[in-house]
Structure formats: C-alpha cells, structure tokens
C-alpha cells in the first residue's frame, strides 16, 4: 500500500485552500494563511526542513494567545506569595500568577479578580480599618515583577493608581499603614513603602564583557508612594538576590535575610525621603530561610535549614533606644550575662527550639503574642508556648507548608501549601473550616517510568480533569470553574517529607460519562523483588466526583505492565492493553441488570493477542462496535462482543504509543514515539493509511462529533535546530494542529509553551455560562483545552474567526446572601433602583425632545437617591435635543 509521508515545518495561522506540487519537494505558499509545508517522498531530517524553512524566510508562528488574542487561563498557583484577608474577614485576596483573585472565605469559590499586572505578582498588602465603621473599605495595594505597584478598590473591582518603579519587585511592605492615623485635623503624612527590587542593569552592561558571579542584583528601596516615585539615592541594602521583606504587626521594624545574618530596621516616627534609618545585625552559625517579629515586644523569631528557631529577645536596646533610656540601661557586654548572643550582636538573649526535622519555611507570632506558629516540609503545624516552651500540633495537613496569615478576625487564619491548596482555620482549635484548591502541580516520576505514563484524563461533558497528584493521589479540577473538586486517594499514604517513592500510579482513565475511572498502579520492587501491578476499578454516583473502589485486579497481565486501558462509549465495558503481549476485555458483573453501582464488581470477559507482540495502546470506536489495539507497529482491529480479529493494518514506522478514533468519521489517528516519530491518519473503510507527519506528538484530542481532532506537537530539539527554534519560536517548544482528518493540511494551529508532558481534549462549553467577546454573539459550543508539563491551562474555541477571551460573567452566582450589597453606597443604603432612558427611534423626527426620567427620580426619601455621576448625567442630557437626522 502506498504510504505518503509528510514533514510539517511551521504550521502557524490558519488554512483555507491549497497550492500546486513541484517536483522534488513543495513549499506551499498559502497567503491568506501563510502556511508552510515541505513534502517529499523520502523525508529529510527535521534539522533541515527548519534550515530550508529559516533560511527562505517562511518559518514564522503565532504563539497562543496572538497578538490581541485571549483564552480562558487557568491552573495558576495560588501559593506564590503570601495571602491577605479583607478588613470584614469575608474575603481573601491570593496572588495568581498577573492576577490576584478574590475568594469568599465563606464559601471557598472565587468571586471576582483584579487584573492589570503584566508578570506575576508578589505581594498584596490590604488597607487596615482605622475605626469599625471603616471595615467596609476595601483598598489594596499590589507590587509586580513587572516593576509597578498598583492600588485598587477590589470591591468594585477597579484600578485608582499605578506606580512604575522601573525594577521587578520581589517583596514590598508599607510601614505607615500598620501605625496609628493621624488626627483629622492634621495634613495626612506622606506614604512610603520599602521594596524589595532586583536591579539588572549593571549584569546587563557587564554580561557582555565577563561574568561577575558576585553582581549584587538585590537592593532594598524606598518608594514615595505620594508622588508616585522612588526615593532617590536611598538604598538600604544590598545582595545577590532579592529576599522577602518581613514587618511587624505595629510597623515599627522590617527586616531580612542575608544568608547567616539577619538585617533589622527601625522605622522613623516621622517618615522622610531622607531620614537616617538605624539598623542592627543579627548572626548565625547556619542559613536562615524566614523570620517574624513579635506583636508588642521587641522579640524576634528566626528559623534556619536545619529545622532550629532561634529567639532573640530585646534586641536592639542599644541602638533602637531613644537617649534617656540609653543612660538608664545597664548595657550587658559580657557574654555569660547575654547567654546565647553572638560576638557583639545587639540583644539580650538568644534561645534554641528544635522540633523540626528539615528547614523551617513558615514562622510567625500570635496576634497576642503568646504563641509561636512554625511549619516547615513535614507537614505539621507547630503551636509554641513563648514563655514555657510548650507546644501542640496540627498534623496530617498533607503537604508542605508555605505561609501562615492571621486576619483581622482572631478566630481565623489561613495556612498555604505547597500542594497548591489555601486552608482556612478555625482559632484556637486550628480545625480546618475549608480549602481553596488550585490544581496540583506534576509529581516526579521514576527514571524508568518517565514517558509511559498517561496520568491526565478528561471528562469531556463535564469540562473536569483526571490528574496524577503527589501522595498516590488522583485530582478531579474544573476546567470551566477554575477550582478543585475533590481527589480520590488511589494508595493510603501519609505525607512524610523524604521518604523513597513505593508506588508509581501510571494511569489514570475515565469513561465517556465521567462516572466510571480505571487507575493502574505498580509497586516498586526492592532489589528486584516484589514489583505488583494492580488495575483497579471506581465508581461515582454524584456529580461532585466521589469515587468509591469497585474492584481490584492484581498483576491483571501476569508481571507485565499495562500501557494503555480504554472504556467502551455505551457501555459498563473496558480494555486494557499490556507490554506482555496481550489485551483483555473487561465488563462489569452488573451491567446488563444496572442493580448497586457501588456493589458492582468487574471480571475479565476475553482475552486476546496477536504474533506475541506487546499491545502498546487500545481505543474503541464512537459507536463502540470496533476494538482497535496496537501490536508495536501494527493495528489491530477486533469485534468486541465477539472477540475476533477483524483486519490488520499497517505498519508504522516505531511502535505506536496512542490511538484515537476521530469522532464519528472513519478515520483513526495514531502516534509512534522514538528515533522516528510519527503522526498517521487511517481509512477504517479502505484499510490504509491516508497521510502522515514525520512529528513526535505528545498527545491527541479527537472531537466527539466532528471528523475534525487536535495534536500536540513537539518542536525538534536538535543542534541544527536550536538556533531556529530560540529565533522564531522564542523559547516556544511545542505547536497545537488543528486537522480535518480528511485533509493533511492544517486548519489553524498555535505555538505553545511548555509541551512536554501537555495534554489536550475537546470539551462541551457550558450553556449556562455568558461569554464576553463574542464577535457573532454566539457561545462556542465546544472548547479545546490544553493543558501543559506545569498543569497550567488555557481554554479557547477552535473553530472561531479568531481567538477571543471567553470571560465568563458568572461571579455573582457564586456570592452568598451576606456578602450581595455589602460595599460602598449599597452597604449603607442599600441597592439603588434601576432606570432606563428610553429613547425615541423615530428617524424621520428632525429632532425630538427627550424624556426626562430625573423628575420621578427625586421622589422618594432621600435616602434612595442614586449617586450624583448618574443624577447629572440623566439631569443635563434632558435638557438637550437629540438630533437623530440630519436636515437637508
């Protein structure tokens, strides 16, 4: 059979028609699309295709999203830097990636966002209520990568102000906000905030010429928040790289880390551009990794890589002090009178806790100051009696932890983990309230087990993903909701920092419906011995995802692996395919009777196998009347009800290592990994190939209804190639293709980051959702997902004129009662009537008066009376004539 091979060079717009072939190769020249392919009968390297391709001038590429193009974004960590609560406790602030969102500490579900940072954003600090009355303000300020510093109304939300300081922003705090405001009848002081920067230009300047390694890139800076500009001049400090700033809950000391030393600070009473500013010099033997102060007392905590705390108590009493005390203290030098105190550091004492096994990453004091919380990778929440030493536990919380951020409200903190999951607590009890989960980031696989996994799964109707998660743990997010549903714990495993992996879960399916998985997981032999593979079998009956275990199938293929399980479309039916040599149909004992779905068990139905060869991948057609399994290089297609070889097609070039039926069409699309990766398109109805790409392709996602399927393409990583692919595609290592099965050419594609590993499924677009712009006003009925190595994601529409950001409008669903209204005029008076000017449309009217709503909106109390910007806008467009034609 013939066998047209085809080596895709840059795919990178849309395409819409096809040109004539020349004789040796073909590059196609489509200029309305401005796609390129190179065709020939014996494809050449890839290195050279991009050579010819760089060199013609024809290599170019959209990235996702194109310039003035938008997607829905997803998947962003929520533990980047330390949360903020709002000043009523109703709701959290948490940095994500260019956005902060805002999440219902009630409800855990995100009810709005603030968006304007171009680069991640680092720190977010909230306005403190002055008096109680005040707690209905909602004003923050936000600091960037992106080197601005931003204020906002988040109840709206709405951006005030922008400060460009010119330098990315690691850290930021602002002293004056934490001290007491000044009279009303003072002039109000100037604001100044301390940053955190990385100064680059001098690396810059100098990269050209040799390296520096001891470049001092960090600096700490003082920022006139007033005029909106930098302190010129004052530089506090300087280090390799920037630290995180850490204040005090008076806003009297700031300090840092500075490898073994920490950096204190006092504040001034009266802030100035230029005032002299004192600082002292703590020491240690080791390195520090965070530190707190105390709330009234001068105490500060520091934990370093060793798991220790180190307390210093009355710290800077010789340089912090005013110049009456200074003559009344009996300063101590002596070192037996100041236990613990290093060399000549400005303290009285110095103690030592330790508990911790690894580096302490979370530390921070009470709001009374009687206890000292400190966290660390093991998972635990230690509680520290300050004055006795005592302490108790929060354990078993999963995961590492990051941060912990007390709120104005003493029964309430939060705690950040480093599974991607903001815990609210409840004080004192510390019992968990809720969770606010993000998606789990990828888990580190065995050397051997690396690219023989499939650990993402989707449910298409549903717009959820399957994904392997640390712990033996399976994560059910929404792609839609952007937000965590629930996990299924595949292996009972307690999280315990340093311990060897034991178990590799290396597959995870999901049936059409969304109600049945299948998960594989092995366990690792010691020394050789003891290796278990189990296939196992779950549930669900709600639409939250619980699943509960069915069934359990150890070494279902004797002591082989299992590549590839596969659910039928219709029914309670499944295959899994195995490196031994074999496949096996599974059904499930109560299929035909649909008695108990949690009392169902599952047992083998056939077995079957073809010339010995391992079965490297399986799929089932959309009607389910067709069984495809791959035998290395060959596809095999059977009768699954009968369990009889049907036809054999082939045979590829490598082992094939995915399959798919495209839709309902005739078509099924295979991948072939190794030194010659392949991407082919099968006629079921002729038995034969009918195109092909000479491509490594990291996944497939095949549309249900539509002959139409989607490819994750990687981008070669050759020497020859490195040059191309740094120039054109720009640090880009993947391409997403768009293919109407019946047609090699591409309908559209996008460049991507990060692919390696990616993911990809077609999924219904929810009707209930309202989308913004929408150029034809229509919902896109189906939305293709991709999801990357880091499991961030973006959604878009496929088949649009263009790619627009489909911003879903459905916040307010997800406000409680209590929380509707609470902002501004509302939370006052209440909600303000809705009015309409009604306008007249007669276009044959030379001019027509317009009506006058403002005179029925006087009336009533006056408490009801809307905002002026409204009353003048409806007032002084009333008193004019609107001309709708223009006389002749």
């Given at each position: 059979m013939g066998c047209r091979s085809k080596t895709l060079v840059v795919v990178p717009f849309r395409a819409s028609s096809h040109q004539s072939i020349q004789n040796k190769f073909i590059i196609s020249k489509l200029k309305a699309i401005k796609i390129h392919i190179l065709i020939e009968r014996k494809p050449r390297s890839r290195s050279f295709i991009f050579a010819v391709a760089r060199s013609s001038g024809l290599c170019r590429t959209a990235e996702y999203p194109a310039v003035n193009s938008k997607m829905i974004r997803g998947g962003r960590s929520y533990v980047s830097s330390p949360p903020a609560f709002s000043n009523d406790v109703k709701r959290l602030l948490v940095c994500t990636s260019n956005t902060v969102s805002i999440f219902s500490t009630s409800t855990g579900l995100q009810i709005s966002s603030l968006e304007g940072h171009k680069a991640p954003v680092t720190t977010v600090i909230v306005v403190p209520a002055s008096t109680p009355a005040t707690k209905i303000l909602s004003y923050c300020w936000t600091a960037s990568l992106d080197g601005t510093i931003k204020y906002w109304d988040f109840s709206v939300p709405e951006l005030l102000k922008t400060i460009d300081v010119k330098f990315s922003i690691f850290s930021m705090v602002i002293p004056s906000l934490l001290r007491q405001p000044a009279q009303s009848d003072e002039k109000p002081p100037k604001l100044f905030a301390y940053l955190s920067v990385e100064d680059t230009r001098e690396t810059t300047k100098s990269h050209k010429k040799e390296?520096?390694?001891?470049?001092?890139?960090?600096?700490?800076?003082?920022?006139?928040?007033?005029?909106?500009?930098?302190?010129?001049?004052?530089?506090?400090?300087?280090?390799?790289?920037?630290?995180?700033?850490?204040?005090?809950?008076?806003?009297?000391?700031?300090?840092?880390?500075?490898?073994?030393?920490?950096?204190?600070?006092?504040?001034?009473?009266?802030?100035?551009?230029?005032?002299?500013?004192?600082?002292?010099?703590?020491?240690?033997?080791?390195?520090?990794?965070?530190?707190?102060?105390?709330?009234t007392q001068r105490i500060v905590a520091a934990g370093d890589v060793t798991g220790r705390i180190l307390i210093w108590r009355g710290f800077g009493d010789r340089t912090f002090a005013t110049n009456d005390k200074k003559m009344n203290l009996n300063l101590m030098n002596n070192e037996e009178e100041r236990p613990g105190v290093r060399d000549n550091d400005d303290a009285d004492l110095c103690t030592t806790w330790h508990w911790h096994p690894s580096e302490v990453s979370v530390l921070i004091f009470s709001s009374d100051g009687a206890y000292l919380y400190s966290g660390g990778k093991e998972g635990v929440l230690v509680v520290w009696q300050l004055d006795t030493g005592k302490k108790k536990f929060l354990p078993r919380i999963g995961s590492p932890l990051l941060y912990f951020t007390e709120s104005p409200d003493p029964s309430l903190s939060s705690i950040s983990c480093a599974d991607n999951q903001v815990h609210l607590l409840k004080m004192p009890s510390m019992e968990r309230l809720r969770s606010i989960s993000g998606i789990k980031l990828p888990c580190p696989l065995p050397e051997?087990?690396?690219?023989?996994?499939?650990?993402?799964?989707?449910?298409?109707?549903?717009?959820?993903?399957?994904?392997?998660?640390?712990?033996?743990?399976?994560?059910?997010?929404?792609?839609?909701?952007?937000?965590?549903?629930?996990e299924v714990q595949v292996c009972e495993?307690?999280?315990?920092?340093?311990?060897?992996?034991?178990?590799?879960?290396?597959?995870?399916?999901?049936?059409?419906?969304?109600?049945?998985?299948?998960?594989?997981?092995?366990?690792?032999?010691?020394?050789g011995i003891g290796s278990l593979v189990c296939l196992k079998f779950w549930v669900s009956e709600t639409q939250n995802k619980e699943f509960t275990l069915s069934t359990i199938v150890y070494e279902p293929h004797r002591d082989a692996g299992i590549s590839a399980v596969a659910f039928h479309p219709n029914r309670r039916a499944a295959v899994s395919s195995s490196y031994?040599?074999?496949?096996?149909?599974?059904?499930?004992?109560?299929?035909?009777?649909?008695?108990?779905?949690?009392?169902?068990?599952?047992?083998?139905?056939?077995?079957?196998s073809y010339k010995k060869k391992a079965m490297t991948a399986a799929a089932f057609s959309a009607d389910g009347s067709v069984l495809a399994v791959a035998a290395e290089t060959v596809i095999t297609l059977w009768d699954p009800d009968r369990n009889v070889l049907v036809a054999v097609i082939g045979e590829t070039l490598m082992p094939i290592m995915n399959m798919s039926f495209v839709g309902s069409s005739e078509y099924l699309v295979a991948t072939s990994w190794g030194?010659?990766?392949?991407?082919?398109?099968?006629?079921?109805?002729?038995?034969?190939?009918?195109?092909?790409?000479?491509?490594?392709?990291?996944?497939?996602?095949?549309?249900?209804?539509?002959?139409?399927?989607?490819?994750?393409?990687?981008?070669?990583?050759?020497?020859?190639?490195?040059?191309?692919?740094?120039?054109?595609?720009?640090?880009?290592?993947?391409v997403i293709l768009?293919?109407?099965?019946?047609?090699?050419?591409?309908?559209?594609?996008?460049?991507?980051?990060?692919?390696?590993?990616?993911?990809?499924?077609?999924?219904?677009?929810?009707?209930?959702?309202t989308y913004e712009n929408i150029s034809d006003g229509k919902a896109p009925q189906t939305l293709l997902a991709y999801v990357n190595g880091d499991h961030e994601y973006v959604l878009f529409d496929p088949y649009g004129k263009e790619v627009h950001e489909l911003s879903k409008i459905h916040w307010g669903d997800r406000l409680t009662h209590e929380e509707k209204g609470q902002f501004g005029y509302a939370s006052i008076y209440g909600e303000l009537p809705e009015f309409k000017l009604k306008r007249n449309q007669d276009l044959w009217a030379p001019s027509v008066p317009s009506e006058k709503p403002w005179e029925t909106i006087f009336s009533g109390s006056s408490h009801n009376l809307p905002p002026l910007t409204k009353l003048c806008s409806a007032f002084l467009e009333s008193l004019l004539e609107k001309r709708t034609a223009a006389l002749e």
């Open positions: 390296p520096r390694p001891n470049t001092m890139n960090g600096r700490i800076c003082k920022c006139n928040l007033t005029e909106s500009r930098l302190a010129g001049g004052v530089t506090l400090a300087e280090m390799k790289e920037p630290q995180v700033i850490t204040i005090s809950s008076s806003g009297k000391y700031f300090g840092i880390r500075k490898q073994r030393k920490l950096l204190i600070w006092k504040v001034p009473d009266v802030e100035a551009e230029r005032v002299v500013m004192r600082k002292i010099t703590l020491h240690h033997t080791k390195k520090l990794t965070v530190l707190a102060f105390h709330p051997e087990y690396k690219g023989l996994c499939r650990d993402i799964a989707f449910n298409h109707d549903g717009g959820l993903v399957a994904l392997r998660a640390e712990n033996y743990c399976i994560q059910f997010y929404s792609l839609l909701d952007d937000r965590g549903i629930s495993r307690n999280h315990q920092p340093g311990d060897d992996v034991t178990v590799v879960v290396t597959l995870v399916a999901l049936s059409q419906d969304g109600s049945l998985m299948s998960t594989v997981d092995i366990k690792l032999a010691e020394e031994g040599g074999d496949f096996k149909v599974w059904i499930c004992n109560d299929e035909l009777q649909q008695k108990d779905l949690q009392s169902s068990g599952w047992s083998c139905h056939a077995v079957g030194s010659k990766p392949q991407l082919s398109v099968w006629n079921m109805s002729k038995l034969s190939i009918s195109w092909s790409y000479l491509l490594h392709v990291e996944a497939v996602a095949c549309a249900v209804d539509m002959s139409s399927f989607a490819a994750l393409a990687l981008l070669p990583e050759s020497s020859n190639c490195k040059e191309a692919n740094g120039t054109t595609f720009q640090g880009r290592d993947g768009l293919f109407n099965a019946v047609d090699p050419v591409p309908v559209a594609s996008w460049s991507a980051r990060k692919a390696k590993g990616g993911a990809l499924a077609f999924l219904k677009a929810n009707p209930s959702f």
